[in-house]
C-alpha cells in the first residue's frame, strides 16, 4: 500500500497521462466503460480525495473572505448538512462505530482532547494541519469508503490539539464553500465581448473583459445550500437576453468592471504562447487567454474536474467491493456514473489551465513532503534552484532575521514557494518571451517576498529525485478490530 505522498504522486501522474493528447471526454467515457482507467481501489482514490480537497481549502480559504466577508456562515452548514440525505448511511455508521459513538452532534472536527470548538474553529484547526501535514490515520471501510482521519496542531514543537476529521462531511464543506465554482459559491463571473457596457455600442474589432461579483450583503448568509447570486449567475450566463435581464434585475447588487482587453495583457506575447501549445479553435484561444486574467477561477475550474473524475473513480471502486450487491446493480451504477464523466465536457478547450494545473498539484504534494514530520528532513544542499528569480534585498533580509551568515538559499526558495501555495497566494504571468511564469507571494503581516519561475524550469525543478528521498514507498496497513475498517497512515 503506497503511502499519502506517493499515492499522490502515481493518481497525479495517471489523470495527467488521461489527458496528454487533449481533454476528450467521449474517449474516458470509454475507458471507464472497459475499466482500463481503473487501477486502483476506493481507498486509494478516497485518499486522493482528502489531497484534492485540501488544495481547494487551502487556495480558496482567503479568497471565500475576501469576496464574501460576513456573508457565509459554518455553523448554518453544520445544521444544514446533518440534513443531507446522501449522507445519511455515513452518519448512522459513525453513530454505530465505537470510535465515534459518543460523539452525539454532527461536526466535521472531534478534538480527542476534550477541546470545545464551533465549525468556524474547526475549519480554522483543519486549514492549519492540512497546511503543515499535520495529519493521517486514514480510517475507512472494507470496501474502500473513508469515514475520518486523525490530525493535530502543533505550533513550535508543542501539540495544541489532536482529534479526528469526518472526511464526508469536510468533503461536502469543500464542494459547498470552497470550490469557486457554480455549484457552490462562485467567486466572480468573467468573460469577453465586444460589447461596451460603458459606452453602450458593440466594437468591430475590439475585446472587453468583464469581471462580475457580488456586493458583499450581510443578509441571507450563504450555508452551501442556499442560492447565492454570483451562482445563478453562472447557470444563465450562455443565454444572453436572460444574461443581460439578469445584470439589469440585479444591478444595485454587483460590481461590474470592464476592461479593454489590449490593456490588460501583451496579445503579441500571448500568441507565442497559442502557437506553442497549438491552440487551434476560437474557444480553445479565449479558454487560454481567461486562464492568464482570472486565474483562480480557472485553477479552482481545474481542481474541481479532477475532483469530479476522482469521485467517479471512488464512488465506482466502493460500490464494486461492497458485500452484497449483484453484478446487475453495479452495471446500472456505473451507467449513471457515466453521466458525471459527461459533465466534464465543458472543460475540453482548457489546455493552459490543464497544463497549470497538474503542475501546481505536484507543487502542492512537495510542499506537503516538506512538512512532514514522519519522514527524513529534505536535503536543501542537493536542491537545484537556480532557475528561480528572486529579490536578492529580500534575501539579505532572510539571512539576518536568522541570525547566520551560513543560510541556504534553496531553503530560502522551498520557503517563500510553501507559504505561497498554503495561502493561495499564487499567481501566474505570460512573459515577454511568451512564456508563463508562476509568481509565488509569501505574505506576512506587512511584509510581502516575492520569487517566480517558468512552468518548464518549475517542471524541471519538481522532477529532481532528491525531493523526495527519504520517503518510504510504502506504508503498513493495520486493520481495527471492528469488522469492515481499517486504518493506515
Known amino acids: 500500500m503506497l503511502n499519502y505522498l506517493n499515492n499522490n504522486l502515481v493518481l497525479i501522474n495517471e489523470y495527467q497521462n488521461l489527458y496528454l493528447n487533449g481533454i476528450n471526454i467521449d474517449k474516458l467515457i470509454e475507458k471507464f466503460r472497459t475499466e482500463e482507467i481503473i487501477m486502483h481501489n476506493g481507498f486509494d482514490y478516497g485518499r486522493f480525495r482528502v489531497f484534492i480537497d485540501s488544495c481547494l481549502l487551502l487556495f480558496n480559504r482567503e479568497k471565500l473572505n475576501n469576496y464574501y466577508k460576513n456573508s457565509y456562515s459554518f455553523k448554518e452548514f453544520i445544521r444544514e448538512v446533518e440534513n443531507n440525505i446522501h449522507l445519511k448511511e455515513f452518519f448512522e455508521f459513525i453513530k454505530q462505530e465505537p470510535l465515534t459513538d459518543d460523539i452525539y452532534d454532527i461536526c466535521l472536527y472531534h478534538s480527542l482532547e476534550n477541546k470545545k470548538k464551533n465549525p468556524w474553529d474547526q475549519v480554522m484547526t483543519m486549514r492549519n494541519s492540512m497546511a503543515h501535514m499535520q495529519y493521517g490515520n486514514f480510517c475507512s471501510q472494507e470496501n474502500g469508503t473513508m469515514i475520518f482521519y486523525w490530525l493535530y496542531n502543533k505550533d513550535n514543537r508543542i501539540r495544541k490539539d489532536s482529534g479526528i476529521v469526518f472526511e464526508c462531511v469536510l468533503h461536502e464543506l469543500v464542494q ?120 483562480e477561477t480557472e485553477l479552482s475550474n481545474f481542481l474541481v474536474h479532477i475532483s469530479q473524475l476522482n469521485n467517479v473513480f471512488y464512488a465506482y471502486c466502493t460500490k464494486r467491493d461492497s458485500k452484497n450487491v449483484t453484478r446487475n446493480e453495479i452495471k446500472e451504477y456505473k451507467k449513471q456514473l457515466e453521466n458525471s464523466i459527461l459533465e466534464l465536457q465543458e472543460d475540453k478547450n482548457a489546455k493552459i489551465s490543464f497544463k497549470i494545473g497538474f503542475l501546481y498539484l505536484y507543487a502542492m504534494n512537495f510542499a506537503l513532503r516538506t512538512e512532514d514530520d514522519d519522514y527524513e528532513k529534505l536535503k536543501y544542499q542537493a536542491l537545484n534552484v537556480s532557475k528561480f528569480k528572486y529579490q536578492n534585498e529580500n534575501w539579505e533580509q532572510y539571512r539576518q532575521r536568522n541570525g547566520t551568515q551560513n543560510c541556504l538559499i534553496q531553503k530560502y526558495i522551498v520557503e517563500r514557494m510553501r507559504n505561497s501555495l498554503m495561502h493561495g497566494f499564487l499567481e501566474i504571468l505570460l512573459n515577454d518571451k511568451g512564456k508563463i511564469e508562476f509568481v509565488f507571494r509569501d505574505r506576512y503581516n506587512k511584509r510581502v517576498e516575492v520569487i517566480s519561475i517558468t512552468l518548464e524550469n518549475l517542471e524541471e525543478f519538481l522532477s529532481q529525485q532528491c525531493l523526495y528521498t527519504g520517503i518510504p514507498k510504502e506504508t503498513l496497513s493495520l486493520f481495527a478490530k471492528q469488522k469492515g475498517k481499517r486504518c493506515i497512515k
Request: charged share 35%.
Open 176 to 295: 459547498r464553500l470552497f470550490n469557486n465554482y457554480s455549484s457552490g459559491i462562485l467567486f466572480k463571473n468573467t468573460f469577453f465581448s465586444k460589447y461596451s457596457f460603458r459606452l453602450g455600442k458593440k466594437s468591430v474589432c475590439k475585446y472587453y473583459f468583464y469581471e462580475i461579483t457580488s456586493k458583499i450583503c450581510d443578509e441571507n448568509k450563504y450555508n452551501g445550500y442556499n442560492k447565492v447570486l454570483m451562482s445563478e449567475l453562472a447557470r444563465i450566463s450562455k443565454d444572453n437576453k436572460k444574461f443581460l435581464r439578469f445584470l439589469r434585475e440585479n444591478y444595485d447588487k454587483i460590481n461590474i468592471n470592464e476592461l479593454e482587453l489590449n490593456k490588460i495583457i501583451k496579445i503579441r506575447d500571448y500568441k507565442k504562447l497559442a502557437k506553442e501549445l497549438q491552440l487551434r479553435t476560437r474557444d480553445e484561444y479565449f479558454y487560454g487567454l481567461k486562464t492568464f486574467l482570472d486565474f
